[in-house]
Nanobody, 125 residues
Framework: QVQLAESGGGLVQAGGSLRLSCAAS????????MGWFRQPPGKEREAVAQ???????IYADSVKGRFTISQNNADYTLYLDMNSLKSEDTAMYYC???????????????????WGRGTMVTVSS
């Protein structure tokens, strides 16, 4: 089992920045992929970014150039640096982990097995 706990959300003005963190614990050996997702109010969960153990990253078009995903490979802490925030970035943000020893193969939420409880980001215009 892998446990994930997000932090760093909050209220920020449009144009501002936030850094989200996701602490991974439990059976983290065999972590080859992690990702960030978000779910805006009243909408479906969507992929934001993912990173594999080699540092390869994929971003949703809506956040390219503004968000950066990174990972501390020593303790598997996952980060999401968010800059130039817009009101449409308002959402609950979740980190996710696929089944252990699985590389990044999909951005679909169903591919990921372990999820945190989320941290809310609200961007005021």
């Amino acid at each position: 089992q892998v446990q994930l706990a997000e932090s760093g959300g909050g209220l920020v003005q449009a144009g501002g920045s936030l850094r989200l963190s996701c602490a991974a614990s439990g059976d983290t050996y065999g972590t080859f992929c992690m990702g960030w997702f978000r779910q805006p109010p009243g909408k479906e969960r969507e992929a934001v970014a993912q990173i594999d153990a080699d540092g390869n990253t994929i971003y949703a078009d809506s956040v390219k150039g503004r968000f950066t995903i990174s990972q501390n490979n020593a303790d598997y802490t996952l980060y999401l640096d968010m800059n130039s925030l817009k009101s449409e970035d308002t959402a609950m943000y979740y980190c996710a982990h696929p089944p252990r020893r699985t590389w990044c193969e999909s951005l679909e939420p169903a591919f990921f097995q372990y999820w945190g409880r989320g941290t809310m980001v609200t961007v005021s215009s």
